[in-house]
């Protein structure tokens, strides 16, 4: 897919890092397009538990359906429950499923300026970005902030369950196969365990002004 004369931002880390939330505050700062590439990802788990499909070779020959519109159009809050997130991350380690996906992420991100967060931007979606960042923090850290987040809407879950799904869902992440979570040899590390988001915004904003 033929890149356009655009600038391209990949913001990469574990969940509940921080990554999305910095990455749609640098998205606006920047008057850029802000895309969640797990979303895609997302968009198709919530399919598949609404109609009660299996992954299997019937159902890959009919998937190329999802379309950019797709990405534009679903938004709500049963895409973002912890459900279907744990699906998301299990479609995620499979090679069929995120070749047809890579494509529309591609397109996505190459038809403007584009600021992506994931789990794999750097390394694989966009190993050509501007400039990229690997945002991360402690563990401990993370499932206080998913558990305050789970709390605000009105979720019952205790710290120890967040802290377990966590736990889990970074195990999937990092030992998968294909596209583990990683750090792209050439992205800036920040731990923002013991700092603000809005602390991370800042460094982030000021490394992107001096190449930009």
Same mark, same amino acid.
């Given at each position: ?10 913001? &990469? #880390? ?16 920047? +008057? /850029?397009?802000?895309?969640?590439? #797990? ?16 992954? +299997?070779?019937? /159902? ?8 950019? &519109?797709?990405?534009?159009?679903? &938004? ?8 279907? #997130? ?16 890579? @494509? ?15 789990? &794999? ?12 960042? /690997? ?34 869902? @970074? ?19 920040? @731990? ?21």
């Amino acid at each position: 897919m033929k890149r356009k004369n655009c600038f391209i931002v990949a913001i &990469d #880390g574990p969940a509940a890092s921080g990554k999305s939330t910095i990455a749609k505050k640098v998205a606006i700062f920047f +008057n /850029f397009q802000y895309i969640n590439t #797990g979303k895609l990802y997302r968009i198709l788990a919530l399919k598949l538990s609404k109609q009660n499909r299996y992954i +299997n070779k019937e /159902f890959l020959e009919q998937f190329p359906s999802l379309t950019i &519109d797709d990405y534009y159009s679903s &938004d709500n809050k049963e895409l973002y429950s912890e459900e279907i #997130g744990k699906l998301a991350s299990i479609l995620a380690a499979k090679q069929e499923i995120r070749s047809i996906l890579l @494509d529309i992420q591609r397109e996505l991100a190459y038809s403007q300026c584009s600021v992506l967060d994931g789990r &794999d931007i750097g390394s694989i979606v966009c190993p050509d970005a501007d400039i990229k960042f /690997f945002i991360t923090a402690k563990l401990s850290v993370r499932a206080r902030r998913r558990f305050k987040e789970l709390i605000s809407l009105k979720k019952r879950l205790t710290y120890k369950q967040v802290l377990l799904k966590l736990i889990e869902r @970074d195990i999937r992440d990092t030992n998968r196969s294909i596209a583990p979570l990683t750090q792209a040899e050439d992205a800036i590390y920040i @731990d923002s365990s013991y700092i603000k988001l809005e602390q991370a915004f800042n460094e982030i904003t000021k490394k992107i002004l001096v190449i930009k």
